[in-house]
């Protein structure tokens, strides 16, 4: 099948759904055809050659809308290209539309709703992502993550999530919220389709998917967010690590050190502050045009002292030191991504808890399905590594592993 019949099929499936799920921002049927002709009037340019993904709107499109869901910016278009975007069109991907985001990647929800339950949310701050990609519109799509807005998203929908080490992706041409927290992701049905385009944006053509030789040594991690959680989110965690023991991973269990309890509020701190750094001109200019939540976090920014902010700081960077200490070189952390199904209602996101930390330290994640929870809606597991030379292709290779050990245990997608 050529570029052109693949993206119509995919059209197609897309109006015969977008109306209750709600997931695009921008799409236009004409355009996403006109790049699939001249696709097809050319040679092979690119490992991505004809493969559809969507791009979550706060990353910018010279040729498409970039509105980050706020009336402030109607009809934005930028002069160029975010620089993922600009890596994923040179190596012959397709960008079909823009997805939906929360306002400015924050907490003000947009219209989507979640694929496998229309009155539940499907996560965010990448909620259009997500949904498009758990319901068959897009192989793969460009989310963010600035707490929990990867990987949460992915689990509520019952897709794969991929929050690489922070920088390990180019951000120029993101509309950031927190410098030292935006983090691009992935969402994709198929860990091929996400290591190929994983490689793609961090020119890494080595970044490609294996299953490992070995079985993968794994702590089950027991953190204070474990309150949190619906209790058949840790069962099915729990479950997993079994099945993992069973299929011959080396398993262990693991408190996480007290220190990295203080997180969640260092989190707060330092992203406060930076996004008021950040939204400086809109808060001169456009204040009124900001939601409430917004507004009251800027606020909150502005009222930081430097002092909390530098020793905000020092103590992150402490958890950072004893995060290199805390697994061997080919260990993998293993807990929920999120504190269970998807919440009713449209009007929250759902917690992040389970995602700040490993955001904060810059440590690279992966949430993979695990089955149904007792409402139908998808539970996951994630996986997080240290932040090592290679320890980003070895956990995507390790994840392979564990997926395939998931599957043949009952715990699919």
């Not at 498409?64 to 991907?93: F, K, Q, W």
């Not at 460009?142 to 949460?152: K, N």
């Not at 999120?338 to 955001?359: D, I, K, V």
């Amino acid at each position: 099948m050529n570029c052109e019949s693949r993206i119509r099929a995919l059209l197609a499936h897309i109006d015969s759904r977008e109306s209750e799920i709600g997931a695009w921002a921008w799409l236009d049927h004409a355009s996403a055809l006109a790049q699939a002709r001249a696709l097809d009037a050319a040679p092979a340019r690119g490992p991505l050659h004809g493969m559809a993904i969507g791009v979550k709107d706060v990353l910018d499109t010279a040729d498409m809308p970039t509105e980050y869901n706020s009336p402030i910016y109607a009809g934005h278009r930028p002069a160029r290209d975010a620089e993922v975007v600009r890596r994923l069109r040179a190596a012959g991907a397709i960008i079909l539309g823009k997805t939906v985001t929360t306002e400015f990647a924050f907490m003000a929800p947009g219209r989507t709703r979640n694929p496998h339950d229309l009155s539940c949310t499907p996560g965010g701050s990448s909620s259009g992502s997500a949904a498009a990609v758990a319901s068959a519109m897009v192989p793969v799509a460009l989310a963010t993550q600035t707490g929990g807005s990867t990987i949460r998203p992915a689990a509520f929908c019952g897709v794969i999530g991929y929050k690489p080490a922070f920088g390990r992706y180019p951000v120029a041409g993101l509309k950031h919220l927190s410098p030292s927290l935006d983090t691009i992701g992935l969402h994709a049905r198929d860990l091929d389709d996400l290591a190929r385009v994983s490689a793609v944006l961090a020119g890494d053509a080595s970044a490609v998917v294996s299953v490992s030789p070995l079985p993968p040594r794994i702590a089950l991690a027991r953190t204070h967010h474990d309150r949190e959680a619906e209790p058949q989110a840790l069962r099915r965690v729990e479950a997993a690590a079994a099945a993992l023991r069973r299929a011959g991973a080396e398993v262990r269990e693991m408190t996480l050190p007290g220190l990295f309890a203080e997180i969640e509020p260092l989190h707060r701190v330092i992203m406060a502050r930076e996004t008021a750094q950040m939204f400086e001109q809109e808060w001169a200019q456009a204040r009124q045009q900001l939601s409430v939540d917004l507004a009251n976090f800027i606020a909150q920014g502005l009222a930081y002292t430097d002092a909390e902010v530098a020793a905000a700081r020092l103590r992150v960077a402490d958890a950072r030191r004893a995060m290199d200490g805390l697994l061997a070189d080919d260990e993998l952390l293993l807990m929920p991504p999120a504190a269970g199904e998807a919440p009713s209602g449209l009007a929250s996101t759902g917690n992040a808890a389970f995602n700040r930390l490993w955001t904060m330290l810059g440590v690279p994640a992966i949430t993979l399905p695990a089955g149904r929870g007792v409402r139908g809606l998808p539970l996951g597991v994630q996986l997080v590594a240290h932040d090592r030379k290679g320890s980003e292709t070895e956990l995507l290779a390790r994840a392979r592993w564990v997926q395939d050990a998931l599957a043949s245990a009952g715990y699919g997608p």
